[in-house]
């Protein structure tokens, strides 16, 4: 019923508000703030343990609209190796189809989901993705904290598109202001707890920040997050997101923008690298911390990583070299390709793109039935239970067991499940 309503809203809301609209807030945005706290509401949770995708996993796609924020050339460069997925109205899609097809973007890599935006800043409104505890991949959506609705509604729109269960739980982010390591670990700026109200906090200078217990709850229980790394925005900036100065690079090493001494930000910067330090990750080890030279606020942490490619901001500027060499360093297995566009401090590429993850992919090799990372008797014992009936395999320890691709588990599969344990072809 809620989400019924929430689409009748949207249609009311979408003819007045099909501008271009900014990445801050508009004066009647800011009128009509509250709007965004009617729009929150819950669902159950996903089916425990929860776990959270981190951007630096295995994609499919990523999420961009039209009227693009990026250039074609970008697009071009994504699609030769995955699909792009674009938000596009219906009475846009022709066009979007030619300003892509014109530029020789793959367009057998371009999948349209209609329906319309009100922005393009998808990472902002776009879907955060989890891996349940059947190994199924869904969408956990929040409340956008722009009063968008169709901005808002991208999400379950994409979840709809791709055929994945959707959830909601009841609070207030952002996409640019989150980031994750795919292990329990996240972080964000101080807004993850500021815009919620239940939170009954506007502090935005300690690093960290205090503990929000109904947001860290949520966290836990709907993205499987064990610890939240809420900090004061060390840039003073108006948008209050992370990707404008930090971003993890792997569970183990996170890159954090560095500025000369005489900058404004540079002790609260500074401030939040001996935060970082100070924690640990999800193995119990300490971080590993890159910087990226930052002297003029240049966005080179915004960037995006896409499989084995990162993509990265760069301002035409004597420092872009540097900051590429400094992906080359901490990610020496990834191609680093510099893009220029219209980006600024606060809103470069990372914002203006979100990944889609590979909903086919396991981590678990066939035979790993009971998923614990090792094929051994004890998978052979969860087989048997399986072909026997006294147990019951969820939907990705039914993949895993049918080892034979025949759609059946049954004794042949656990023949060949021996068969791998014993090395025998």
């Excluded at 965004?36 to 089916?47: A, C, E, G, S, V």
């Excluded at 914002?351 to 998923?371: A, E, L, T, W």
């Excluded at 048997?384 to 588990?409: A, C, E, H, K, R």
Aim: charged fraction near 20%; charge should be negative; proline fraction near 6%.
């Amino acid at each position: 019923m809620f989400r019924l309503l929430f689409i009748f809203i949207s249609l009311i809301f979408a003819d007045s508000q099909s501008e271009e609209l900014p990445i801050g807030f508009t004066q009647e945005e800011l009128e009509n703030k509250d709007i965004i706290k009617q729009w929150t509401y819950r669902t159950d949770p996903p089916i425990a343990p929860v776990r959270n995708i981190a951007e630096y996993e295995p994609m499919q796609g990523v999420l961009i609209r039209y009227p693009f924020g990026i250039s074609t050339s970008l697009i071009r460069e994504m699609a030769e190796d995955v699909i792009i997925y674009c938000l596009v109205s219906s009475s846009q899609q022709n066009a979007a189809y030619n300003s892509m097809n014109s530029s020789n973007v793959d367009m057998n890599n371009v999948e349209f989901i209609l329906g319309s935006t009100d922005s393009y800043w998808t990472r902002d409104y776009g879907p955060w993705w989890v891996v349940d505890g059947n190994g199924e991949y869904g969408i956990v959506d929040f409340t956008y904290n722009r009063p968008r609705p169709n901005d808002n509604n991208a999400p379950y729109k994409v979840s709809e598109h791709l055929d994945v269960p959707y959830y909601s739980a009841d609070f207030i982010s952002t996409g640019g202001n989150y980031m994750t390591d795919g292990f329990g670990v996240s972080a964000a700026a101080h807004i993850a707890y500021t815009e919620n109200d239940q939170c009954n906090t506007n502090n935005q200078s300690s690093i960290p920040l205090p503990p929000c217990a109904y947001v860290d709850n949520i966290m836990n229980e709907y993205y499987g997050i064990s610890a939240y790394h809420v900090v004061a925005d060390p840039n003073g900036e108006y948008i209050d997101h992370i990707d404008c100065w930090g971003k993890f690079l792997s569970p183990s090493r996170i890159l954090i923008r560095e500025v000369p001494s005489s900058h404004p930000q540079y002790n609260m910067i500074e401030d939040v690298v001996d935060y970082f330090q100070s924690v640990p990750t999800s193995d119990g080890s300490l971080w590993e911390i890159f910087r990226v030279y930052t002297p003029n606020d240049q966005p080179y942490t915004n960037s995006l990583i896409l499989n084995d490619k990162i993509f990265v901001p760069i301002m035409n500027s004597s420092w872009d070299d540097e900051a590429l060499e400094v992906y080359e360093i901490a990610m020496p297995n990834h191609e680093i390709l510099g893009f220029t566009g219209s980006w600024q401090s606060t809103d470069a590429l990372h914002c203006r793109v979100k990944g889609i993850p590979d909903i086919s992919y396991s981590p678990f090799q066939n035979g790993d039935v009971n998923m614990d990372s090792s094929i051994d008797i004890l998978d052979v014992v969860v087989l048997v239970n399986f072909v026997l009936g006294s147990d019951i395999p969820d939907n990705m320890q039914t993949m895993l067991s049918d080892l034979n691709d025949d759609g059946i588990i049954n004794i042949l599969d656990i023949i060949s499940l021996i068969n791998v344990i014993l090395g025998v072809d």
